[in-house]
């Protein structure tokens, strides 16, 4: 027996697999479960245990975390058959890491509640890298006296944690986030592409607009990337398009018009009509490239 | 006699009085000239001598820098009556901190090529703030052998100063830097009002985003200034519309659409037409507040 509290992680993907192994390398024990078996065993090898299903997952743990790809997968998985919701008990704690409509996340908060469960929506951002790195940025909605417990464990994946406020908010973050992030790619592929053609070194104009006014995440982390010719991700295309919907969808509900965000949204819907879907949402500079007629690297 | 070139400025705006003062507060001789005579005033008290002319101006100076708010007032003072060409001399550079059409950019630096005076293009990027404080981002195209000899200049007003390449690429890179610029200053005030209306705290949605991959100067600076009620420039609304004219026109030119920073323009463009000509560029949130009938500090 340890005193630390048992954690279950279920979604191993690009950002769930090093979260859970940040959370098992502090020392807590951690129950994973995974539809790809592979994320599962590298885990496993690592000291964690594998569960068969959600249900088992919550049944051997105190905070259940979920990191999946869309609403009904986080549906399915926490009130599903074999889901959390019949493993669960009084007093455990649900954290969806994942970046899903607010109904669901609602839905969800109503189903566990009356299992007097309580559920965190703890959006992150960060990409790959900051999942490896312990370095995310987490944004939390929900209960105070849950967010406290759950904490220590959110330091050890992210950096920057901030409770925003009631159930909600933190979906309601994760989109303001995306809102900028999806501007500053967009901006970002639109301004190399310009200066291509225009004849100056987007390379050169990269490194000299990102010291000022201009200065962002993107140019930072993403132009060397670019320019070694790496669009891979990173964070999926379709991830971000996926996410732009849900901004679109909750700006609509609330009575929010957002004419950039709307066009950037069209623009990384482009890239699965494009089979740019797999790629980094930074080789959003791709669809300009189209429209220009251009090649960043040639 | 001192050996530091004499400097001419002309054009002592929220941007070009800050930079002069910086350049005679390093030790250069410098010569101004402006339209209203309060801000000549002011560095004359400080040591700098005033001249009742571009033209006066440039003969007395070795280096004649202009920052000037559009396309023909750069010509005028250039190329005009009394202008700097009817009073350099070979040898002399021109240096333009104004940020205008390529196209008369270019005319300019051809007719002053006739008096053998070299031309250089160096937009800069960084607000009032970096204006003040010497630490400004420079773009410059032009000639290698005139930007070294304006280097040492550069670092008096610029903190990150880059020689892009030939004349008309810091024009380039200055587009690049708005179209981000714009970007992050639209996004902001989408993601605000978003929050606001969905309930989550602005403030803190911001705080919270702004340790990870939405990091950006628009966040880190201009947010604080938000919500402290503060809409006063900094960078002007009329001035970031101007120059997002001038992006698309050069955008154009070359033949690369702009889909995001055209939606982005004209929202710039409305806030010449609801009196928020004289904001700052950050207070573009104010037509997304009109849009979304809504007040971020309501």
């Given at each position: 027996?340890?005193?630390?509290?048992?954690?279950?992680y279920?979604?191993?993907?690009?950002m769930?697999k090093?979260?859970?192994?940040n959370?098992?390398?502090?020392?807590?024990?951690?129950?994973?479960?995974?539809r790809?078996?592979?994320?599962?065993?590298?885990?496993?090898?690592?000291?964690?245990n594998?569960?068969?299903s959600p249900?088992?997952?919550?049944?051997?743990?105190?905070?259940?975390?979920?990191?999946?790809?869309?609403?009904?997968?986080v549906?399915?998985v926490?009130?599903?058959?074999?889901?959390?919701?019949?493993?669960?008990?009084?007093?455990?704690?649900?954290?969806?890491?994942?970046?899903?409509?607010?109904?669901?996340?609602?839905?969800?908060?109503?189903?566990?509640?009356?299992?007097?469960?309580?559920?965190?929506?703890?959006?992150?951002?960060g990409g790959?890298i900051g999942?490896?790195?312990?370095?995310l940025?987490?944004?939390?909605g929900?209960?105070?006296?849950?967010?406290?417990?759950?904490?220590?464990?959110?330091?050890?994946?992210?950096?920057?944690?901030t409770h925003?406020?009631?159930?909600?908010?933190?979906?309601i973050?994760?989109c303001?986030?995306?809102?900028?992030?999806?501007?500053?790619?967009?901006?970002m592929?639109?301004?190399?592409?310009l200066?291509?053609?225009?004849?100056?070194?987007?390379?050169?104009?990269?490194?000299?607009i990102k010291?000022?006014a201009?200065q962002?995440?993107?140019?930072?982390?993403?132009?060397p990337?670019?320019?070694?010719?790496n669009?891979?991700?990173?964070f999926?295309?379709?991830?971000?398009?996926?996410d732009?919907?849900?901004?679109?969808?909750?700006?609509?509900?609330y009575?929010?018009p957002?004419p950039?965000?709307?066009?950037?949204?069209q623009?990384?819907?482009s890239?699965?009509?494009?089979?740019?879907?797999?790629?980094?949402?930074?080789?959003?500079?791709g669809?300009?490239?189209m429209?220009?007629?251009a090649n960043?690297l040639?």
């Amino acid at each position: 027996m340890t005193d630390k509290p048992t954690i279950g992680y279920i979604g191993l993907g690009l950002m769930g697999k090093p979260m859970a192994l940040n959370i098992l390398k502090s020392g807590y024990p951690v129950v994973v479960h995974n539809r790809s078996k592979e994320a599962v065993q590298d885990l496993v090898e690592q000291g964690a245990n594998a569960a068969n299903s959600p249900k088992e997952v919550a049944e051997q743990s105190d905070v259940i975390f979920t990191n999946l790809p869309d609403s009904p997968d986080v549906e399915m998985v926490a009130l599903g058959e074999n889901g959390i919701i019949e493993g669960a008990s009084a007093g455990n704690i649900f954290v969806d890491n994942s970046t899903i409509k607010p109904a669901s996340a609602r839905l969800i908060a109503e189903k566990l509640f009356e299992k007097d469960v309580s559920c965190l929506d703890a959006r992150v951002s960060g990409g790959d890298i900051g999942a490896i790195n312990g370095t995310l940025t987490i944004m939390v909605g929900g209960p105070e006296e849950a967010f406290q417990r759950v904490l220590p464990i959110f330091k050890v994946i992210g950096k920057s944690i901030t409770h925003i406020g009631e159930a909600g908010t933190g979906q309601i973050t994760k989109c303001a986030n995306q809102i900028m992030v999806a501007a500053q790619m967009v901006a970002m592929g639109e301004l190399l592409i310009l200066a291509k053609k225009a004849g100056a070194d987007p390379q050169k104009v990269a490194e000299a607009i990102k010291g000022g006014a201009a200065q962002c995440w993107s140019l930072d982390v993403k132009t060397p990337r670019l320019f070694d010719g790496n669009r891979q991700p990173g964070f999926k295309a379709y991830m971000q398009a996926k996410d732009l919907g849900i901004v679109m969808d909750t700006a609509k509900q609330y009575g929010v018009p957002l004419p950039s965000t709307a066009s950037n949204t069209q623009l990384f819907n482009s890239m699965l009509e494009l089979g740019m879907e797999n790629l980094d949402n930074s080789a959003v500079v791709g669809v300009i490239e189209m429209l220009a007629n251009a090649n960043l690297l040639d």
